[in-house]
């Protein structure tokens, strides 16, 4: 079994100076959006789903076909894997990269392949940009394009009190890949709330959060921002959303996390109208991740994580 937490969004999306995207996925190790998938015996290769309303699996098939193609894995391929997802699609969770990673650390571990992080990362954005999941445990500055990714240090402790703003609406990514070259005019600015997401100094990484959700705000609006910006200012929290998403949420320091203030928000949300849900990043004990470590070694993150797999349960197969 392979499992695979969601994300909410991401701390920040923007654009080297080469005009080049960036991603800092928040990576959750909540249960709530999780991706499990395992490798079973079958009569032929398959990749199957057990809750996508479509059914879709296109996009896991085709990374899994790579993989056994760059690895050299003759036919008679005789496996199956089966995905179960609890993050819907189209809607900034990351559920599509989800689902291509857990269904190919499904699929080298019932072939007992030794595989990287990087190898299976590099599959995906060949398939399509995609998210960084393997590592919930660091914060990571990634390419979704090029697969280029470096891990700038432990994941922030957060409390994210989050919300569909559009329940009814769905985001395709490909649909606004333009909004890359749109970043370009920014990109000084984000060079800046690079360096403060990499800084290890929360007060700075929170402004970049919410910087990054305001300039998003001017190239894929939200229609309630406004007001969750007033609340977030109220609360005395960072506003994260998914950049080319329909999910928000309030970013609250895990140290600062207290009961009381996550019901109030939580109260407020729903007298909006909305589903509030409660998630968590990082954990208090993240410092014993070094900054600007170089990632190495095999991918056994998302799978060998006891503390995660734990958080995660039930385990369905």
């Not at 937490?5 to 190790?29: C, H, M, R, W």
């Not at 595989?115 to 990571?140: G, K, Q, W």
């Not at 960072?238 to 996390?257: E, N, Q, R, S, W």
């Not at 109208?273 to 993150?301: E, M």
């Amino acid at each position: 079994m392979t499992v695979i937490p969601g994300k909410l969004g991401e701390f920040l999306q923007g654009v080297n100076p080469d005009g080049s995207p960036i991603l800092y996925s928040a990576t959750t190790i909540s249960s709530t959006f999780t991706t499990r998938a395992i490798g079973l015996s079958a009569s032929s290769f398959c990749v199957s789903t057990e809750n996508r309303p479509d059914g879709n699996t296109t996009k896991t098939e085709r990374a899994i076909q790579i993989l056994l193609t760059r690895r050299h894995v003759n036919r008679p391929r005789n496996f199956e894997v089966r995905l179960q997802s609890s993050a819907p699609s189209a809607k900034g969770l990351g559920a599509s990269s989800a689902d291509m990673a857990a269904g190919l650390l499904a699929a080298t571990r019932y072939l007992s392949l030794d595989v990287t992080d990087a190898e299976l990362f590099s599959i995906m954005c060949t398939v399509e940009r995609s998210d960084f999941l393997f590592r919930p445990d660091a914060l990571v500055c990634a390419n979704p394009l090029s697969a280029e990714f470096s891990i700038q240090g432990p994941a922030p402790w957060l409390w994210l009190v989050g919300w569909d703003s559009e329940p009814e609406r769905r985001i395709v990514t490909e649909a606004v890949a333009h909004l890359d070259n749109r970043r370009r005019r920014y990109a000084p600015e984000y060079t800046d709330l690079a360096s403060y997401c990499d800084s290890g100094e929360i007060d700075a990484f929170l402004y970049a959060v919410t910087r990054s959700a305001e300039i998003n705000q001017e190239l894929l609006p939200k229609p309630c921002f406004s007001w969750a910006r007033k609340i977030a200012d109220q609360f005395g929290a960072a506003l994260l959303v998914a950049h080319t998403g329909t999910f928000m949420a309030f970013a609250i320091p895990g140290d600062g996390g207290d009961a009381e203030r996550h019901a109030r928000l939580q109260s407020l949300l729903t007298g909006k109208g909305f589903h509030p849900i409660v998630l968590q990043t990082g954990s208090p004990s993240a410092d014993a991740l070094p900054g600007n470590a170089v990632p190495v070694g095999r991918a056994s993150s998302a799978i060998d994580n006891v503390a995660l797999s734990d958080s995660l349960r039930p385990v369905l197969w």
